[in-house]
C-alpha cells in the first residue's frame, strides 16, 4: 500500500532519494486524517533544519498540522505548485504532491527511517 521506494517517519513524512537530493512530502495516511487540505506553509530554500525540526504546517478542513523535516539538510527548492493548488497533497501525495527538497547534511539519518513495511504496520496499529 505504501510505496516501498520511499523512507517514512512515525509523524507521516516519506522521503525519496532523488540522486543528491531528497523529495519530502506527508503520506497518504497522513493526508486521509486531515482531510481536504486547504493551504500548505512551507519553508524557504536556503533554510536548514536538524531532523525533527517542524519546517512547515499544512491546513485541512479538520485542522492545522506540523510538518517535520525527517532528515537535517538545507532546503533546495519547495513545491510552488501547493501555494495555489494545496489539494495536489490530497490527490497525489507521493508525486504532484510533493512538498521540499532538501540537501541532506548527515545521510546516515536515511537509516532511522521506516521502510514500507514497518510503516505500514504503524498504520495499522493507529486505526485499530
Do not use: C
Not at 85 to 108: F, H, K, T, V
Amino acid at each position: 500500500m505504501y510505496p516501498d521506494d520511499l523512507g517514512y517517519t512515525r509523524e507521516h513524512e516519506w522521503v525519496r532519494d532523488d540522486g543528491d537530493q531528497l523529495v519530502v512530502g506527508i503520506t497518504a495516511y497522513a493526508q486521509e486524517e486531515l482531510g481536504d487540505v486547504v493551504y500548505v506553509e512551507l519553508p524557504t530554500p536556503g533554510d536548514s533544519f536538524a531532523a525533527g525540526d517542524e519546517f512547515g504546517t499544512v491546513e485541512s478542513v479538520k485542522a492545522v498540522s506540523p510538518l517535520y523535516v525527517p532528515m537535517s539538510g538545507e532546503i533546495l527548492e519547495v513545491n510552488e505548485e501547493l501555494e495555489a493548488q494545496p489539494e495536489l497533497i490530497n490527490e497525489d501525495p507521493y508525486a504532484a504532491g510533493w512538498m521540499i527538497r532538501l540537501a541532506a547534511s548527515d545521510p546516515s539519518e536515511r537509516d532511522t527511517l521506516l521502510d514500507a513495511q514497518a510503516y505500514e504496520q504503524l498504520v495499522n496499529e493507529l486505526r485499530a
